[in-house]
């Protein structure tokens, strides 16, 4: 059914606080909820739901609830919990009086980004960029040169080694198995777990020989154990077709060699790529690639995009840009990338790469150095946001990760104008008040 319509009750309730009456007025988040347009979301995200049923969880919660997640990287589980403790964070999402209880599910929250899909994450963070040019945070002729880079966005994934996925692969078989009350002959649950821990003892020691001795041992095991249950349902089609997803994964893992491309990392997230950054400390990171796209001189996000596996730098600028494009309803007269965009073919916007010689004039060579500023956006995105781990499940997972990044921190970027100005304000009228000679010179009445 339709959600429902978010409204301010003028009447009161005498048993209940009314928020303006706890919150103050010059809070960030109170004139954030100002600034906001609530109806067009409303009118952007009704038409997703059906029309029968019990009615829905009004879209101004939802989407305020999605806002708060972003702008101080929680999990649904602490965003939920945190709610009936925060008079401001219940006026964001449309509330009227104070509440002591949940507003929702956690589950409600996967759902609704579920709900909305790619395009609706891409509205929300298209109405950041709307509320940062209304508040004065980036300026409008700024959304024509941007810079882009591409960072990694690991995965909530155990570090994969040969030994673990071998165990993991025949203990999740043998789980599938028991579910359907499949006799085998052997199981290997004692012995599994301990070839693991010894497999890491010796790698630990440089014992390798004795290390791949435990792996072969595992893979047999595994193997036997695939080769078990292929002839217990050899006459059962059906059952067998439950089966199909786990046993191709372990036969993938049986078949893979050591230099093999597109090698299984992860039973649960199987689209999961291995990506070498050179960093000395962390020389692969798993997981899958985010671009990301700001303003060349404020450095505010204007486009994030989840890229599925490896691709090269060069291959997704182009993308990049028609989706920057799409958001701020501008056209990209410069673009600014690093050394990595080589070849990336793109004709339809000037793309400047960074120690490039010809045709730099002062202005584009001032630009031009201020393109590595993208490299503390993305940092900011990983220690307050949370594109250092991805939690979320699949490759739509990926993609939804990096748009909330994106929103959370021009979100934050927004709330620490709007918390600046009103200091300043504040301190000028102190001053004002405290100096009344100052009064001729500032101008303040």
Known sequence: MKPKKSKIEPQGDL???????????????????????????????????????????????????????????????????????????????????????????????????????????????????????????????????????????????????????????????????????????????????????????????????????????LRTWLGRTVRDIRRKLSEQPDILKLFKDELDKAERLLAQLPKDKNKLYSLHEPHVACIAKGKAHKKYEFGSKASVTVTNLECFVVGMMGLPGNPYDGHTLNDALKQTERLTEQKIERAYVDRGYRGHGVTDTQVFISGQRRGITPTIKKELRRRSAVEPVIGHQKTEGRLDRNFLRGEFGDKANALLTGIGYNLRAILRALRIFFVWFLAMYRLDRAYPAFQAVSGIR
């Open 15 to 217: 048993f209940h606080m009314r928020l303006e009456l706890i919150c103050d007025p010059d809070h960030e988040l109170v004139k954030l909820a100002k600034r906001i347009d609530w109806a067009g979301l409303e009118d952007r995200f009704e038409p997703l739901y059906a029309d029968g049923g019990a009615p829905g969880t009004s879209i101004r919660m939802m989407s305020g609830l999605t806002m708060l997640q972003s702008m101080y990287g929680l999990s649904e589980d602490q965003v939920v919990d945190r709610w009936p403790e925060n008079p401001y964070w219940q006026l964001l999402c449309g509330e009227t009086f104070f509440s002591n209880q949940k507003p929702i599910d956690r589950s409600s929250m996967g759902n609704w980004r579920r709900r909305i899909g790619e395009e609706g994450l891409e509205y929300l963070l298209k109405e950041t960029i709307r509320l940062g040019v209304d508040s004065g945070v980036v300026k409008p002729s700024s959304l024509k040169r941007v810079s882009v880079d591409t960072t990694v966005q690991p995965k909530n994934i155990a570090h994969p080694t040969d030994a673990k996925l071998l165990n993991r692969s025949r203990e999740r078989l043998i789980s599938l198995a028991a579910k359907f009350s499949i006799q085998l002959r052997q199981t290997y649950r004692r012995k599994g777990p301990k070839a693991v821990m010894m497999a890491g003892r010796y790698a630990h020691a440089r014992q390798f020989k004795r290390m791949r001795r435990q792996v072969k041992s």
